[in-house]
């Protein structure tokens, strides 16, 4: 089966697996009222000209909410439901099937933007312009990418480190700060700023802003390296610690025991 | 905001047996129940994952909201949205009994809560009360630890009223959290869309993030009637510099409607069970 069939095969599966189960669209009940929590802070200050930063916040929350935590449990479920050693012993190769597994939670929580920008609109009566769209596309294309890495990482992680899973919670708001979801890092402290370079996210956010925005996108290709060289990393430690992690389960025979 | 998924653990502890043919009080229920909570608490946190993981996330998430205020460059604003926050980070945490009052239905329990002899409301008022010291401690830690740091100060006197005031409100909004698990019971699948939408309309409506009167009549109306409404304005008077005296009047209305709250969950959980009894699909999964 090749690669390209395998990761098909995989945005299927888990399309089909996500039908009729709510917990995996958490995240798109919950973006419109965070838009409106967001919108309606800077409407009430006088601040109509953050609607962009109010509309793209809670679209990012849910990519990252979705990728990172809920993708990031896939072996952790295929261990638990016993399909684990199946999907090893078949010829496909694994790491392509989680990839496209992955893959399709991170498209279906793009439909957020659309639903942010919905909300945006009809809070403040005129849609939010997208001055830059090609950019935009890019820029959301990378950042999904990027996070598709990651959330594999975070997959080995959570089978790797069953203590991990105890701390899914804290993923959400520290990276939403470091990764300036709404509030640009630029205007954090330098100690916090710093570090916040190392997330992708606080690249892409940065980039999507300036694609809304009507002025010239300064730098683009520096930044937009920013977030591919970082989504690598992510895909080069997923690669390095799924092979970890199904060399230990294999070695200790832990394979079936969630 | 994602649930805790840690299936509920068995109860600890002897329970004293009524005698036959006596009905327990809800008294003894709910106090039976508080200790399966607290053994649900002690599972599901350790000190560490607790003070690190989920201390940890609430005060980012806090700080997430009050670094708002320098995008707006408003330091009312942050002022504004940091106590908003801090105190809705009890809230989010005493919803998560939304999903825990399920945990006896995925656990196969239920059928033999339902076909017990004491009524029904207090045991789920009691199992998962858990969350409320947690709620009120990540509360207090927010609004006494770290906003001293973002120069959110208090008196002694003020911290005392506020801390009480957060403790109450905490239990009045579990009367709205339970109200939404007696729903929720009927489809737990639900549970954790149901009380991330819930605590995301508390925070919009109840004056965490702008003013109550930002809103419709409508929506005013039904703000009125949330626990939340009348529990942060009184922490917003303590800390503006008011006396204790400036949360009288806030703490009787967060009482008089957390009441309101737990007398409609105690007759939402009492029609699940008569229902259940009525057409036997208590232990059906959806």
Same mark, same amino acid.
């Given at each position: $089966?090749?690669?390209?069939?395998t990761v098909?095969?995989?945005?299927?599966?888990?399309?089909?697996? $996500?039908?009729g189960t709510?917990?995996?669209?958490l995240?798109?009940f919950?973006a419109?009222?965070?838009t409106?929590?967001f919108?309606?802070i800077f409407?009430?200050?006088g601040?109509?000209?953050?609607?962009?930063?109010?509309?793209?916040?809670?679209?990012?929350i849910a990519?990252?909410?979705m990728?990172?935590q809920?993708?990031g449990?896939?072996?952790?479920k295929?261990r638990?439901n016993?399909?684990?050693?199946?999907l090893?012993a078949a010829?496909?190769?694994?790491a392509?099937l989680l990839g496209?597994r992955?893959?399709?939670v991170?498209?279906?929580?793009l439909?957020a933007?659309?639903?942010a920008?919905?909300?945006?609109?009809?809070l403040?009566?005129?849609?939010v312009d997208?001055?830059?769209?090609?950019v935009f596309?890019l820029v959301?294309?990378l950042?999904?990418?990027?996070m598709?890495?990651?959330?594999?990482? $975070?997959a080995?992680?959570?089978?790797?480190?069953?203590?991990a899973?105890?701390?899914?919670?804290?993923l959400s708001?520290?990276?939403?700060?470091?990764?300036?979801?709404l509030?640009?890092?630029?205007l954090l402290?330098t100690?916090v700023e710093?570090?916040?370079?190392?997330?992708?996210?606080s690249?892409s956010s940065?980039?999507?802003?300036?694609?809304?925005a009507?002025?010239?996108?300064?730098?683009?290709?520096?930044?937009?390296?920013?977030?591919?060289?970082?989504?690598?990393?992510?895909?080069?430690?997923?690669?390095?610690?799924?092979?970890?992690t199904?060399?230990?389960v294999?070695?200790?025979?832990?394979?079936a025991h969630a | 905001?994602?649930?805790l998924t840690?299936?509920?653990?068995?109860a600890?502890?002897?329970?004293?047996?009524?005698?036959p043919g006596r009905?327990?009080?809800?008294g003894?229920?709910?106090a039976a129940?508080?200790?399966v909570?607290l053994a649900?608490?002690?599972?599901?946190?350790t000190?560490?994952?607790w003070?690190?993981?989920?201390?940890?996330?609430?005060v980012?998430q806090?700080v997430?909201?009050a670094?708002i205020g320098?995008l707006l460059?408003?330091?009312e604003?942050?002022?504004?949205l940091f106590?908003?926050?801090?105190v809705?980070?009890?809230?989010?945490?005493v919803f998560?009994?939304?999903?825990?009052?399920t945990?006896?239905r995925?656990t196969g329990t239920?059928?033999?809560?339902?076909?017990a002899p004491?009524?029904?409301?207090?045991v789920?008022?009691?199992?998962?009360l858990?969350w409320?010291p947690s709620?009120?401690a990540t509360?207090?830690?927010?609004?006494?630890v770290v906003?001293?740091?973002?120069g959110?100060?208090?008196?002694v006197?003020a911290?005392v009223?506020a801390?009480?005031t957060v403790l109450?409100?905490?239990?009045a909004?579990?009367?709205?959290?339970l109200?939404?698990?007696a729903?929720v019971?009927r489809?737990p699948?639900w549970r954790?869309?149901?009380s991330?939408?819930a605590?995301t309309?508390?925070?919009?409506v109840?004056?965490v993030?702008?003013?109550?009167a930002?809103?419709p009549?409508?929506?005013q109306?039904?703000a009125?009637?949330?626990?939340m409404?009348h529990?942060?304005?009184g922490?917003r008077a303590?800390?503006?510099g008011g006396?204790?005296g400036a949360?009288?009047?806030?703490?009787l209305?967060?009482?008089?409607?957390g009441?309101?709250w737990?007398?409609?969950a105690?007759l939402?959980?009492?029609?699940?069970?008569?229902a259940g009894r009525?057409?036997?699909t208590i232990d059906?999964?959806?």
């Amino acid at each position: $089966m090749s690669v390209v069939r395998t990761v098909a095969t995989g945005v299927v599966v888990q399309l089909r697996q $996500m039908r009729g189960t709510p917990d995996w669209f958490l995240a798109l009940f919950t973006a419109p009222l965070t838009t409106a929590v967001f919108v309606t802070i800077f409407l009430h200050a006088g601040r109509g000209d953050l609607t962009a930063y109010g509309v793209l916040a809670p679209a990012l929350i849910a990519l990252w909410q979705m990728s990172l935590q809920t993708a990031g449990e896939l072996i952790a479920k295929d261990r638990e439901n016993g399909s684990l050693e199946a999907l090893l012993a078949a010829p496909a190769p694994f790491a392509a099937l989680l990839g496209g597994r992955v893959l399709a939670v991170v498209a279906v929580s793009l439909v957020a933007f659309a639903e942010a920008w919905a909300v945006g609109w009809a809070l403040t009566g005129s849609p939010v312009d997208v001055a830059h769209p090609w950019v935009f596309l890019l820029v959301l294309g990378l950042t999904a990418l990027a996070m598709t890495g990651w959330a594999g990482v $975070m997959a080995c992680v959570f089978v790797l480190a069953r203590s991990a899973r105890t701390f899914q919670n804290s993923l959400s708001y520290p990276f939403y700060v470091l990764g300036g979801v709404l509030v640009p890092v630029s205007l954090l402290p330098t100690w916090v700023e710093w570090p916040s370079r190392l997330v992708f996210l606080s690249w892409s956010s940065d980039l999507l802003r300036d694609a809304l925005a009507a002025g010239p996108v300064v730098g683009l290709g520096a930044r937009l390296a920013a977030v591919v060289g970082l989504g690598a990393a992510g895909y080069v430690v997923a690669h390095g610690l799924l092979g970890r992690t199904l060399q230990r389960v294999r070695r200790t025979g832990s394979l079936a025991h969630a | 905001m994602p649930e805790l998924t840690t299936p509920a653990p068995e109860a600890t502890g002897s329970v004293r047996r009524p005698s036959p043919g006596r009905r327990p009080s809800p008294g003894r229920i709910v106090a039976a129940a508080s200790r399966v909570a607290l053994a649900d608490l002690r599972t599901v946190y350790t000190p560490l994952t607790w003070s690190v993981g989920w201390l940890g996330r609430i005060v980012t998430q806090v700080v997430f909201f009050a670094i708002i205020g320098l995008l707006l460059d408003d330091r009312e604003a942050l002022v504004r949205l940091f106590v908003g926050q801090a105190v809705m980070v009890a809230v989010v945490e005493v919803f998560m009994s939304v999903a825990s009052t399920t945990w006896e239905r995925s656990t196969g329990t239920l059928a033999l809560l339902v076909s017990a002899p004491g009524p029904l409301w207090p045991v789920f008022v009691g199992r998962s009360l858990q969350w409320i010291p947690s709620g009120v401690a990540t509360s207090g830690v927010a609004l006494f630890v770290v906003g001293p740091f973002l120069g959110v100060t208090w008196t002694v006197g003020a911290a005392v009223a506020a801390g009480l005031t957060v403790l109450l409100t905490a239990c009045a909004m579990y009367g709205v959290a339970l109200s939404l698990a007696a729903v929720v019971l009927r489809g737990p699948r639900w549970r954790n869309i149901v009380s991330n939408v819930a605590h995301t309309l508390v925070m919009l409506v109840t004056g965490v993030t702008v003013p109550v009167a930002t809103w419709p009549g409508w929506v005013q109306a039904l703000a009125q009637t949330l626990p939340m409404t009348h529990g942060l304005d009184g922490v917003r008077a303590l800390q503006a510099g008011g006396g204790p005296g400036a949360v009288g009047e806030p703490l009787l209305w967060a009482f008089l409607t957390g009441a309101g709250w737990f007398a409609l969950a105690a007759l939402g959980f009492t029609l699940f069970g008569e229902a259940g009894r009525r057409d036997g699909t208590i232990d059906l999964d959806e």
